[in-house]
């Protein structure tokens, strides 16, 4: 469960809606971990998903990966193996 919900919700684009079309929500844990949950009917086509981001890699679903290792200046380089790895231990 997390410590701290921080959440907005809004009618930003449809004001003959009688519910609102934006919400977000910020969610902090105790061990420094944070999730967001943004649900939006204004998404113009983007792809809608749901995505988990961890320590090395992100999963989403639809299916998709992602994995990078850190380099010294901070910026990211592509981890192919990772991404293989999981791919191949999904089961999908």
Not at 35 to 46: F, M, P, R
């Amino acid at each position: 469960m997390p410590d701290t919900v921080q959440a907005v919700m809004s009618n930003g684009l449809h004001p003959n809606s009688e519910v609102e079309d934006l919400s977000v929500a910020h969610l902090s844990y105790s061990n420094g971990s944070m999730a967001q949950i943004t649900c939006s009917v204004n998404h113009h086509g983007e792809e809608q998903q749901i995505v988990f981001h961890g320590e090395k890699a992100r999963v989403s679903a639809p299916w998709k990966i992602s994995a990078s290792t850190q380099l010294e200046n901070g910026f990211p380089e592509s981890n192919t193996e990772l991404e293989q790895k999981i791919d191949k231990s999904s089961n999908c």
